[in-house]
């Protein structure tokens, strides 16, 4: 069967801009490989994706993190039409699309980890038994940082207030 997931996120009242709008899921890690149709195939945002190429790529989970000095959010991809994740490369799938492109990541840290750490010596390697977070952004804001002295994102990149459509099918 499907499961198809659609909503609205109303964000007129909230003053400022979102990291993101979208659904994080909690996937077991026996499904250990990851392809995706869209940009890749290493970690590209929004408005830093001039290097990636859009094809399909297939890795694992823990070749999608970056590894950062200090953790934080990584391993987006950006222009994403479908991900699909598997146990072995030619068994059983999970298929994730939606009506337009979206972004993903999946971790084997979550948010709330690499938020808590200061230096990426803090991650422990996640066991087979953590699951992978995913996480599937109908709009994700840019990175920013076009020059050294400031980190703003620009203008087109934020998601300004009004009201988001989620639309993921899930089978």
Sequence with gaps: G??????EIDTRSVPVALPRIGLRLCVSRTFRHVSWRGA???ECYPDRSTSAVDAVHVTKPEYMTTPYLVPSEN???TRVKW???SQTLSGHRVTIDSPGTFDF?????STETLSMMTHGSQLNHAST??????NLDSKLMGVGGDDSWSACVQE????K???HAVNFCIG
Excluded: M
């Design 105 to 109: 990541s999946a971790q084997i840290h």
């Design 75 to 77: 391993g987006s991809r």
């Design 161 to 163: 207030p009004g009201v």
């Design 40 to 42: 890749g195939p290493h």
């Design 83 to 85: 991900i699909s994740l």
């Design 156 to 159: 087109k990149y934020l998601i």
């Design 2 to 7: 499907k499961l198809l997931v659609t909503g």
């Design 129 to 134: 038994n953590s699951p992978t977070y995913l």
